[in-house]
């Protein structure tokens, strides 16, 4: 019977666990990838920011790049390309990142937006914040406000 019963849990997480587990490995990579305004500084927090620590910086992969403009700030009205991974650091003072959250454009996972994108909120240590299958229900409304680019805010909030 118990055996039984951890096979049922297993198949239950099946589909959660491996996706965040994916989306912090692809969050700790961050070769290839260049910072929003090509800059590695921490950021203030912004007022609109949803996140409680202090300084964030945001890097994007090389597919996401490709929607950056020569100074590395988003194209106005552009739609990043699947692939495109979105890295918001979240540090809560100079010394100390405290967490991940993650926007990968996969439109075919099962995790997908209507947009293509899943939504990851990780910590430091790779402690989920929330999991990818709540399909960004924490995030969206925010990131669906007026200004938004393909649900990006960095240009509305640091432009
Ligand atoms: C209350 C509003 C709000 C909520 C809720 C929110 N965010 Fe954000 N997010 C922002 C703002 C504003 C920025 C721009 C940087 C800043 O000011 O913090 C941002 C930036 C980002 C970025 C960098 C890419 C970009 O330009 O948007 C990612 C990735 C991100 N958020 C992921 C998430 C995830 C994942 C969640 C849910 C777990 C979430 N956010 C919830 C407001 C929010």
């Not at 390309?81 to 918001?88: A, D, F, Q, R």
């Amino acid at each position: 019977m118990v055996v039984a019963w951890s096979v049922v849990a297993c198949k239950h997480e099946a589909g959660t666990a491996p996706l965040d587990a994916e989306l912090y490995q692809m969050a700790l990579n961050s070769s290839g990838s260049v910072w929003y305004k090509n800059s590695p500084d921490l950021l203030p927090r912004s007022t609109g920011s949803g996140h409680s620590e202090a300084f964030l910086r945001t890097r994007f992969n090389d597919v996401a790049a490709t929607a950056l403009d020569s100074l590395y700030r988003v194209v106005a009205d552009t739609t990043f390309p699947p692939g495109s991974l979105i890295v918001k650091e979240l540090w809560s003072d100079a010394n100390t990142l405290g967490s991940y959250a993650v926007l990968l454009k996969r439109p075919e996972s099962e995790a997908a937006d209507a947009g293509g994108w899943v939504w990851g909120y990780l910590r430091a240590n790779g402690e989920v914040r929330a999991p990818a299958l709540d399909r960004g229900a924490a995030c969206r409304t925010c990131h669906t406000q007026d200004g938004e680019i393909d649900a990006t805010l960095m240009n509305l909030y640091f432009p």
